[in-house]
């Protein structure tokens, strides 16, 4: 079955870095849509970060535009967040997810069927 495992959560100081990754089994990774969200406590799950299939291009939300790189190894089936000057508005659960569906590869949380547990990234100041 479809299984994601994200890692690589922490606790940092505001500027500091942060990799997150995704390893993704139970389907053929390369061929769909990835993307990382968050959800603060308190407010909606969002979209930061999704990478296309194929050709890799990549999509981010405003907020991390410039300081966060979605990427992935395909050879490897894992997907990474490398989050850089991070900010204590960046303190979230950080999931990553899989579109195998609707194939739109948007930044809604409901175009994507397969989530991972999540995993805490804490930004202190």
């Known amino acids: 079955q479809v299984q994601l495992v994200e890692s690589g959560g922490g606790s940092v100081q505001a500027g500091g870095s942060l990799r997150l990754s995704c390893a993704a089994s139970g389907y053929t990774y390369s061929s769909y849509c990835m993307g990382w969200f968050r959800q603060a406590p308190g407010k909606e799950r969002e979209g930061i970060a999704v990478?296309?299939?194929?050709?890799?291009?990549?999509y981010y939300t405003d907020s991390v535009k410039g300081r966060f790189t979605i990427s992935q190894d395909n050879a490897k089936n894992t997907l990474y967040l490398q989050m850089n000057s991070l900010k204590p508005e960046d303190t979230a659960m950080y999931y990553c997810?899989?579109?195998?569906?609707?194939?739109?590869?948007?930044?809604?949380?409901?175009?994507?069927?397969?989530w991972g547990q999540g995993t805490q990234v804490t930004v202190s100041s």
């Open positions: 997810a899989a579109d195998l569906g609707t194939g739109d590869c948007g930044g809604e949380p409901y175009e994507y069927n397969y």
């Open positions: 990478i296309y299939p194929f050709d890799s291009s990549t």
